[in-house]
């Protein structure tokens, strides 16, 4: 896949999971990531699977995130091999209910993360093979 294909089809990717979480959809959310995804929370919890990436979603579609919002940038992205791409994003939640234990809003409100995934080329798209979200701390929020 060339650059400006492999852009386009990460791009997708992104808005697919952007739709699907301000819908509250986990399935759809859960849709890109294959039975061996492996990935971690904003707490630093970490599994393996996409039954677990799921259920995951689907309890926090319920309850803290119902409802919420998410705004998503790509900071940077490369490919790292043949079908193998790595993206960072910047992401800002806003409409939640409440946060986990030990994670803050920033001034404006919203929640920062920064997420890293690994994405490999699986039939002409992108597929999830790494997730790892990382919680922002409210100072360095706008960095």
Do not use: C
């Not at 690994?118 to 039939?123: F, G, I, M, S, Y």
């Not at 002409?124 to 093979?129: I, W």
């Amino acid at each position: 896949m060339t650059e400006p294909a492999a852009e386009q089809a990460i791009r997708r990717l992104l808005d697919r999971q952007t739709d699907a979480w301000n819908r509250g959809d986990a399935a759809a959310y859960a849709a890109d990531a294959p039975e061996e995804i492996w990935f971690m929370n904003i707490l630093g919890q970490t599994a393996t699977g996409k039954r677990p990436f799921l259920e995951r979603h689907e309890v926090i579609f319920r309850t803290i995130f119902s409802g919420s919002r998410l705004e998503q940038e790509i900071l940077r992205w490369r490919l790292i091999a043949p079908g193998i791409a790595m993206v960072a994003t910047r992401i800002r939640r806003t409409g939640f209910r409440t946060l986990p234990p030990g994670i803050s809003p920033s001034a404006d409100r919203a929640l920062h993360t920064r997420l890293l995934q690994v994405l490999v080329e699986d039939a002409g798209s992108r597929r999830l093979a790494a997730y790892h979200n990382v919680a922002v701390s409210p100072s360095a929020a706008g960095q």
